[in-house]
């Protein structure tokens, strides 16, 4: 492969503890041509992700958690366009490779599970042979016992039993075909697995066994993810770190212990106050105001028609993405000097 490689970076992570950046997002933007006006899914997004964590992204409907992780995967579809930024894989920018040499970071170093995977599963298909597929499709033909082996150890690594490899989609569970398709992404050994919304068509106690299964997946195989969610409790067991995106726009990211205790954005303080609590019994905090309009975001912040801390500045400058406190950024004139 002809890629050189321009970016590759040691330093402190959430943690503390010198820890390689496996991907690097710099001021991504995506945007939809709509006939109405381009329509900013993703606009000036930065973030980062270590060897061997898990990045939960949070945010409403619409934010731009879809697109953010289409992007990374280069596979945006007509009418969005990558407009600008970088995309860096272990150093390589994706945002601007092209033809053969896309197509082998992609396969080889990046995985997906697509929001719905388990029902995109072919129904017609033994399980063997569509990870046999997903392996030799990538990798070239490989001696059948070989073959096999490997795809028995992948189903261990999940948690599946062996008897899982001659078996069709409709005999298994839920929470098995979702491990199923964990299976499938990892068969290549990739750097990043990005999993949109893994667990949210299971029921709870199958939610949290492929939740397990993800963790036990990244300890094992030392791999990073990407996980794309709105059960914030599962977030708070699964991730290292929360990244919050509201409107297009990544607005707060820390270790997920701290940002559960001290949310600094406005947005993340009334996502969190939203987390229904049975000892509580709190009343529904609902966040009042409107999104704006995604084709015609206002000067200034992008929270400002809901905020209740919005003041002068908000309405005018756009507040920038800072580590106000160790590790934790935060996108709020609040916590500017
Ligand atoms: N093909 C498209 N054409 C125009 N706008 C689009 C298109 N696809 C997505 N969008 C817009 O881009 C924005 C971000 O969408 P995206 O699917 O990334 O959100 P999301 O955070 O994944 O939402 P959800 O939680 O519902 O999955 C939304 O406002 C959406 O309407
Ligand atoms: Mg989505």
């Given at each position: 492969m002809s890629v050189s490689v321009t970016h590759v970076v040691e330093e402190n992570d959430s943690s503390g503890k010198d820890r390689k950046v496996i991907l690097e997002v710099k001021n991504l933007k995506v945007y939809y041509a709509t006939p109405t006006g381009e329509v900013r899914?993703?606009?000036?997004v930065s973030f980062k992700v270590y060897q061997g964590e898990i990045v939960g992204l949070v945010g409403e409907s619409g934010c731009g958690k879809t697109t953010t992780a289409m992007a990374i995967l280069r596979l945006v579809q007509p009418p969005g366009r990558i407009v600008g930024g970088e995309i860096l894989l272990d150093g390589i920018n994706l945002a601007t490779l092209q033809g053969p040499d896309l197509r082998a970071v992609r396969w080889d170093r990046l995985a997906l599970i697509p929001q719905g995977a388990m029902n995109s599963l072919n129904p017609v298909m033994r399980i063997s042979k569509q990870i046999a597929d997903a392996i030799e499709t990538h990798q070239g033909r490989m001696p059948s016992k070989e073959l096999k082996e490997r795809i028995i150890s992948l189903l261990s690594t999940v948690g599946l039993p062996s008897r899982v490899y001659n078996m069709f989609p409709h005999e298994l569970s839920g929470g098995m075909k979702q491990r199923a398709c964990i299976a499938m992404a990892i068969a290549l050994n990739p750097s990043l697995v990005i999993a949109d919304e893994p667990t949210s068509a299971l029921d709870v106690v199958v939610q949290r066994v492929v939740g397990e299964t993800l963790l036990d997946v990244k300890d094992r195989l030392g791999v990073s993810m990407i996980i794309i969610g709105h059960d914030m409790g599962l977030m708070a067991q699964l991730v290292d770190r929360l990244a919050v995106m509201y409107a297009g726009r990544m607005v707060e990211i820390s270790p997920v212990g701290t940002v559960f205790e001290e949310p600094l954005h406005p947005y993340t303080q009334l996502l969190i106050e939203s987390i229904p609590s049975i000892k509580e019994r709190k009343p529904l905090k609902l966040t009042e105001g409107i999104t704006h309009d995604l084709r015609n975001p206002p000067p200034g912040c992008i929270f400002q028609l809901r905020c209740p801390h919005v003041h002068d500045k908000c309405l005018s400058v756009d507040p920038p993405l800072a580590e106000v406190r160790p590790n934790h950024h935060v996108a709020c004139h609040l916590y500017y000097e």
């Open positions: 899914a993703v606009d000036n």
